[in-house]
């Protein structure tokens, strides 16, 4: 009889670039206003624990308090935020970072644009699962062609929210109702 052997699962590369991002934050300090230019939110984290250090390495800068993992785990654990398993864990992550504030920065934008890919995935297949199951009326985008300039140029009169901007080309469809 023999045996397989399971290798452990490697980390997601979304989690290993938060566990980047985090570890830099607690080992830099970064200033308030560079974690700002960022655009990263703890609601950008998908480990909790990821997101409630970013949380507060930017409360910290926020407040004019020098981020290093020393301040984040001290408030934390005094706050009853941090387990002695999360302590370790941030205090890992802080010594093991290999960013200098470039890095950091290039980090931080990857991690950004890959937050956006994703959502942008998850809204896309939201949409086409939408539409697969026949939930589209295109009753609902309804329009009249008040001016009608020549075959390809027009104005349209929508109601609002239609999410048609200028230049952008749409199909007629013609109804009698």
């Known amino acids: ?41 703890a609601e950008d984290f998908s480990d909790p624990l990821l997101a409630k250090a970013w949380q507060a390495v930017c409360r910290q800068a926020e407040a004019g308090v020098r981020v290093t993992h020393e301040t984040v ?39 950004r644009l890959e937050r956006l890919r994703v959502r942008v995935g998850q809204a896309l297949a939201t949409e086409v699962q939408r539409l697969q199951q026949g939930d589209f009326d295109p009753a609902a985008l ?12 027009g ?11 200028t230049s952008d080309k749409v199909d007629f469809y013609w109804t009698d109702r």
């Open 1 to 41: 009889m023999s045996a397989i052997a399971r290798l452990p699962q490697r980390p997601s590369p979304l989690l290993e670039t938060e566990a980047k991002l985090v570890g830099a934050a607690l080992h830099l300090g970064p200033a308030s206003s560079v974690l700002a230019s960022m655009g990263v939110t």
């Open 73 to 111: 785990i001290h408030a934390g654990t005094r706050l009853g935020r941090l387990t002695t398993e999360e302590s370790q864990r941030l205090e890992l992550l802080a010594s093991g970072n290999t960013l200098d504030a470039k890095g950091f920065r290039t980090v931080a934008e990857s991690f």
């Open 142 to 153: 309804a329009a009249t062609l008040t001016t009608r300039t020549d075959n390809d140029t």
């Open 155 to 165: 104005v349209l009169t929508v109601a609002s929210g239609h999410g048609i901007t």
